[in-house]
């Protein structure tokens, strides 16, 4: 089992930028795939981006691409979430999650293809 612990929320304003990291431990693999995840309040649970982790191979919701950028220090076991350019919609709780995924070109994208998550931290962004 992976334990995630994210932070790195704030309060910003339109345009701003936000870094948000996620520091992983327990039993890890080189094929898991690192997700963010976001819910807004009376929304779904949606995917933003994830990063495999052997490789590095990225995907990105279409609603932030261009915008914000997935990374990892493998180092430090740690996933990164840099925000550019935030919107008011990009306001919402992000969560970090971990996937097992043998298959090197799977895209894992639904909240249930993600096995662990972390407590999430929260995102405001004011217009």
């Known amino acids: 089992q992976v334990q995630l612990v994210e932070s790195g929320g704030g309060l910003v304003e339109a345009g701003d930028s936000l870094r948000l990291s996620c520091a992983a431990s327990?039993?890890?693999?080189?094929?898991?795939?690192m997700g963010w995840f976001r819910q807004a309040p009376g929304k779904e649970r949606e995917f933003v981006a994830f990063?495999?982790?052997?490789?590095?191979?990225?995907y990105y919701a279409d609603s932030v691409k261009g915008r914000f950028t997935i990374s990892k220090d493998n180092a430090k076991n740690t996933v990164y979430l840099q925000m550019n350019s935030l919107k008011p919609e990009d306001t919402a709780v992000y969560y970090c999650?971990?996937?097992?995924?043998?298959?090197?070109?799977?895209?894992?994208?639904?909240?249930?293809?993600?096995?662990?998550w972390g407590q999430g931290t929260q995102v405001t962004v004011s217009s």
């Open positions: 327990g039993r890890f693999f080189s094929t898991y795939v």
């Open positions: 999650a971990a996937s097992h995924q043998p298959n090197p070109w799977g895209i894992p994208r639904l909240p249930a293809d993600f096995g662990s």
């Open positions: 990063i495999r982790w052997s490789g590095g191979r990225t």
